[in-house]
C-alpha cells in the first residue's frame, strides 16, 4: 500500500448489480436514486464545506441514529480538522396530533455542548419536525453554533424555523432505503440509495 492511499483509506465494497442486489430481499427496485459513487463525490463536497465553515474553535459533529451511521462515518473522514463524534438517539412522542412532534433523548450526548460549535448529522429531512424540536432543545445547553446538515432533503416543510446548512442532494418525494435509510429496519447497509416498487 502506498502512503497516499494509506492516507486516504482505500475502500473496496463488491460489485453488485442493483437489478439482482440479494440485499433487497427480493424486493424490485425502481431505481437507483444515487450510486454509491455519486454519494462518495458529494460526502467528499460537504467534507469540504465542513472544513471551511468552521476555521475555529472546537466542532462536534452529533449523529442522529440510526440513520445517519454510514453518512456520518464518511462525512466525519472527510471534515479535515480537529473535531469529536457522538451519537443521539430520540424518540418522538407526544398526543395524535401530528403538528405537536415533541421529542425526547434517549441516549443523550456525554460530551459538553457548551462553547462547542454543534453540527447535527441526519439522514433525511421529511417534514423536519424532529429535526426542529431537537435544535430548540440542544440550544438550551449554550452551545457556539448549532447547525444541521442532512444527506437528503425532501424540502417538504415550505418553511423551517432551524433551516439545514448543509444538504446532500435534494431529494425527490419517494421513500428512499440504502445508505444508512431503513424500511423497517431493512436495506440500511445497501451501498446507494433507492427507491423500491412498493
Ligand atoms: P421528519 O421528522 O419528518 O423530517 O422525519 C425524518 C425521519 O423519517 C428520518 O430521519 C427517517 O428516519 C425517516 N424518513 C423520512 N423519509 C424517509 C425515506 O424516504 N426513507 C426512509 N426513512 C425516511
Ligand atoms: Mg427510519
Request: aromatic letters at 8%; hydrophobic letters at 40%.
Amino acid at each position: 500500500m502506498t502512503p497516499s492511499s494509506q492516507a486516504r483509506g482505500a475502500r473496496h465494497y463488491p460489485l453488485v448489480d442493483p437489478a439482482h442486489d440479494p440485499r433487497l430481499a427480493g424486493r424490485k427496485l425502481r431505481r437507483v436514486v444515487y450510486s454509491g459513487q455519486e454519494i462518495a463525490a458529494r460526502v467528499a463536497a460537504l467534507g469540504q464545506e465542513i472544513t471551511t465553515a468552521y476555521p475555529d474553535g472546537e466542532l462536534l459533529m452529533l449523529g442522529l441514529l440510526k440513520g445517519s451511521f454510514i453518512f456520518l462515518s464518511d462525512l466525519v473522514r472527510q471534515v479535515i480538522r480537529p473535531l469529536q463524534v457522538d451519537f443521539l438517539v430520540v424518540s418522538s412522542y407526544g398526543d395524535a396530533t401530528v403538528s405537536s412532534g415533541n421529542v425526547r433523548l434517549l441516549y443523550d450526548p456525554e460530551t459538553s455542548l457548551e462553547g462547542k460549535h454543534i453540527l447535527l448529522v441526519e439522514d433525511i429531512v421529511d417534514s423536519g419536525r424532529t429535526l426542529q424540536k431537537l435544535v430548540g432543545l440542544l440550544g438550551e445547553r449554550r452551545p457556539r453554533s448549532l447547525e444541521i446538515c442532512a444527506l437528503l432533503h425532501k424540502h417538504i416543510a415550505s418553511h423551517l424555523e432551524h433551516p439545514v446548512r448543509f444538504v446532500g442532494f435534494d431529494a425527490p418525494e419517494e421513500f428512499l432505503v440504502g445508505y444508512g435509510l431503513d424500511h423497517a429496519e431493512h436495506f440500511r447497509h445497501v451501498p446507494y440509495v433507492a427507491s423500491l416498487v412498493s
